[in-house]
Antibody, heavy 121, light 107 residues
Framework: EVQLVESGGGLVQPGGSLRLSCAASGFTFSSYAMSWVRQAPGEGLEWVSAISGSGTGTYYADSVKGRFTISRDNSKNTLYLQMNSLRAEDTAVYYC??????????????WGQGTLVTVSS | AIQMTQSPSSLSASVGDRVTITCRASQVIRNDLGWYQQKPGKAPKLLIYAASSLQSGVPSRFSGSGSGTDFTLTISSLQPEDFATYYCLQDYNYPRTFGQGTKVEIK
């Protein structure tokens, strides 16, 4: 059974940093691209970043480019999102999601339960 | 970035009604589109992939159509558990973009 479990969310001050993790199980992690998607309180869904199975290909939304870094450790079956220079508008629930195959494929049907990041002083 | 314009933003319907939600892309995206259902406090659930393919386990009252720039999600007979917010997502290129969402409420 595919499982994705996010962690690392919490309260952080503006300008601060946070690293999110997504522990994956139930599939061959290194064979699949992964994405992060976020949802601000009361708002719609926003795609944030994606990474290829090998980790060599990465993509970002303009709103986070230069501040967020996506990475993965295939030996640990874990996806990461390093978030720096955080702003109030980064406050959201962050979901990790498994693609159907590589980065050109659809985001797919497996998502974690989400982790809440709150940026506030 | 490709813009996904979803309409309506909300609708009120009764159990048994036929419901249609549309998504228009700002450029051709072939059939690289998915439809998601989200209930409060829950992760999105994939309903339709590749514009018209029903995800495993999803009831057959859900269907998708379209190609190019115009896409439709149809619920043939609305059920109580279908009251939720629906989103389209283009999988054609990066950055991936969602529609603004359609909230389906009880009339």
């Amino acid at each position: 059974e595919v499982q994705l479990v996010e962690s690392g969310g919490g309260l952080v001050q503006p300008g601060g940093s946070l690293r999110l993790s997504c522990a994956a199980s139930g599939f061959t992690f290194s064979s699949y691209a992964m994405s992060w998607v976020r949802q601000a309180p009361g708002e719609g869904l926003e795609w944030v970043s994606a990474i290829s199975g090998s980790g060599t290909g990465t993509y970002y939304a303009d709103s986070v480019k230069g501040r967020f870094t996506i990475s993965r450790d295939n030996s640990k079956n874990t996806l990461y999102l390093q978030m720096n220079s955080l702003r109030a508008e980064d406050t959201a629930v962050y979901y990790c999601a498994k693609h159907n195959t590589g980065t050109s494929s659809g985001v797919g049907g497996y998502w974690g339960q989400g982790t809440l990041v709150t940026v506030s002083s | 970035a490709i813009q996904m314009t979803q309409s309506p933003s909300s609708l009120s319907a009764s159990v048994g009604d036929r419901v249609t939600i549309t998504c228009r892309a700002s450029q051709v995206i072939r059939n690289d589109l998915g439809w998601y259902q989200q209930k409060p406090g829950k992760a999105p659930k994939l309903l339709i992939y590749a514009a018209s393919s029903l995800q495993s386990g999803v009831p057959s009252r859900f269907s998708g159509s379209g190609s190019g720039t115009d896409f439709t999600l149809t619920i043939s007979s609305l059920q109580p558990e279908d009251f939720a917010t629906y989103y389209c997502l283009q999988d054609y290129n990066y950055p991936r973009t969602f529609g603004q969402g359609t909230k389906v409420e009880i009339k």
